[in-house]
């Protein structure tokens, strides 16, 4: 009997210290793992609720607001690894109300989702899309699914996990507080709450390793600052981007870096060493270019720029680049639209600047191309603009001699015995990359110095990513339409632009319709940069707008289709915004402070 005891005893401590030592073994990866399994079924259970609910003769329409706004926020929750594991299945779960076409036209996704869900049910529920409901809560369900068998299967590396956190931090300080992808229950303020929370949830695994910065108290800050200010026109942006969203982002950086972890880097546009998104140096001038052999280095940035006041690359040896784009006008030329190289008629389109050209994936306001050589190509190539051969360019520099030394030093190669067109574009294309400024005085306010911005411009920052939803098109902190925290997409918007400031006529330039001939693409154009835009009147595509105040008019009154232009395909909101002339005027302030110094 004493055997039998000693036996079972050790067998019992045995499997005890067993138990122990597996719990020590299991990484934070693993609970993570484990906890988004659990969100996930959460999320999914609530989209079988709105379906019950979506289902009944006679839904409560209440119930069923309710329900989708409690499915949002179990979406929030594990939105971070949704979005950088799974953004094939995200696409179908929260990807944006309006068709897309993806690049070369190979594929058209139609909308799906939580925000079309949103437009069945918000500001009314509509019963007429009852069975489209059921199908997009479907959808969901089958999401779902995808997603546990993604999680269940794969196993996230720590290096990943602070990659994807520090990634959603940006989003939320770009697009969620903007009311981006939740523009008709204006739920923002809580989904980024949830969502900060849990980001509280996943780091917290890792504080007790040493991290100073209190990364979990400044989360844990950040989310009763949220919830007190639960209100989406009134709420500071400003103070809660420095005062708490970039401590968040810093720290997650910094814990990184004291825990040791590995950055495993690839070629991105925002850099991942970045601790703020407002860094001097967050944002790589190469993300979109042809590569490593042909990275911007200070000897192909002089021969660009040389070339680039050179007449040589113009069919008649009259027109240079900066013929258009004139340094001291920000690189713009001021005019509705230039002359053609013959001197006999309008080009088809205003000159866009080059200021900050390097950050954004599409060239041209059609967006044909997707790197600035192939922009330089078009230019000097194209009948109208220069009316040139880069070909027979490539002789012309071969044989003067200052040129010929100047691209054996920028492109070094033995046996050289001309110049390929493609240095040329190459060279010129690194120019245009060094003209990358995020320098203006609101970066230095966004950097601390809280005395570079003064409270009337701080309210038009407030209203230009609150009430006047400009930050849900023209994205902070670059102002383009390239879409954070991945900037991979470019958004082409349809905005109704009449063919003069008094028409009730659309301009004719279909725009990137005439790329790829899609009905939804008709008058589409690419969302450009607003830094520097108090230097680069007049605006839009055709110059139709003389100063800033037309503009905001213009999108105050709900674009063309406000203006009673008959356009069905607008995907700018046709209702009225409302801002007062205080608010304009405040608006104008702060787009001001965005010149570039």
Not at 105 to 119: A, D, F, K, M, S
Not at 551 to 580: C, E, M, R
Request: glycine share 8%; proline share 5%; hydrophobic share 35%.
């Amino acid at each position: 009997m004493k055997a039998c005891f000693f036996i079972g005893l050790f067998i019992i401590v045995a499997g005890y210290f067993l138990f122990s030592c597996s719990r020590r073994k299991e990484t934070p990866e693993k609970t993570v793992e484990q906890k988004l399994l659990m969100q996930i079924d959460s999320f999914s259970a609530l989209t079988n609720q709105c379906r019950i609910e979506a289902l009944k003769p006679l839904p409560d329409e209440k119930r069923l607001q309710h329900l989708f706004k409690e499915t949002r926020l179990a979406y929030k929750k594990f939105e971070w690894a949704a979005e950088y594991f799974t953004p094939a299945v995200t696409r179908v779960v929260n990807g944006p109300p309006v068709t897309e076409i993806e690049m070369g036209g190979q594929r058209v996704i139609n909308p799906e989702g939580l925000q079309v869900i949103e437009g069945f049910l918000f500001p009314k529920y509509n019963p007429s899309k009852k069975d489209e409901l059921e199908k997009q809560l479907q959808l969901l369900q089958t999401s779902c699914g995808q997603y546990k068998a993604y999680f269940q299967n794969i196993a996230i590396y720590n290096w990943q996990l602070f990659d994807a956190c520090k990634l959603e931090a940006f989003r939320i300080i770009t697009l969620g507080i903007t009311g981006f992808d939740n523009p008709m229950s204006l739920n923002n303020i809580n989904e980024c709450a949830v969502s900060l929370q849990s980001l509280q949830t996943v780091l917290a695994n890792y504080e007790g390793d040493g991290n100073s910065d209190n990364l979990v108290g400044n989360l844990t800050a950040s989310v009763h600052y949220l919830i007190k200010s639960n209100s989406f026109n009134s709420f500071n942006r400003a103070e809660f981007i420095t005062s708490y969203g970039n401590k968040i982002t810093t720290g997650i950086t910094r814990l990184q870096k004291k825990i040791k972890l590995p950055v495993v880097k690839y070629n991105r546009l925002l850099n991942q060493d970045a601790e703020t998104i407002f860094n001097s140096n967050a944002f790589n001038i190469n993300a979109f270019g042809p590569g490593l052999p042909y990275l911007a280095t200070g000897q192909r940035i002089a021969l660009g720029r040389k070339l680039f006041f050179d007449p040589v690359l113009s069919g008649n040896q009259t027109r240079t680049c900066s013929s258009c784009h004139q340094p001291d006008k920000a690189f713009t030329d001021g005019l509705t639209k230039n002359m053609a190289v013959n001197g006999k008629q309008q080009l088809k389109r205003n000159t866009p600047g080059l200021i900050n050209a390097a950050l954004q994936p599409f060239q041209f306001y059609d967006e044909r191309v997707n790197t600035l050589e192939e922009q330089v190509e078009n230019v000097v190539q194209n009948k109208d603009e220069m009316h040139g051969s880069l070909q027979k360019s490539a002789g012309k520099l071969w044989g003067e001699k200052t040129y010929r030394f100047l691209f054996s030093e920028a492109y070094p190669k033995t046996g050289r015995s001309g110049i390929d067109p493609f240095e040329i574009m190459n060279a010129l294309s690194s120019y245009v990359r060094s003209l990358t400024f995020l320098n203006s005085r609101f970066d230095d306010y966004m950097r601390g110095d809280k005395s570079a911005m003064s409270v009337s411009e701080i309210n038009g920052f407030n209203l230009f990513m609150g009430k006047a939803r400009c930050g849900t098109c023209h994205y902070m902190p670059l102002f383009n339409g390239a879409l954070p925290p991945d900037y991979i997409k470019m958004d082409a918007e349809v905005i109704g632009v009449p063919g003069n400031k008094h028409s009730k006529l659309i301009d004719t330039d279909k725009g990137r319709f005439n790329i790829l001939n899609f009905p939804t693409l008709k008058y589409a154009f690419k969302t450009p940069t607003l830094r520097n835009a108090a230097l680069t009147a007049p605006y839009m595509h055709n110059g139709v707008f003389s100063n800033l105040e037309e503009v905001i008019d213009f999108y105050n009154k709900g674009g063309g289709a406000g203006l009673g232009i008959k356009i069905d395909n607008q995907t700018l909101s046709p209702d009225k915004l409302h801002l007062t002339k205080k608010e304009t005027g405040e608006l104008i302030a702060f787009i001001k402070t965005l010149n570039s110094n």
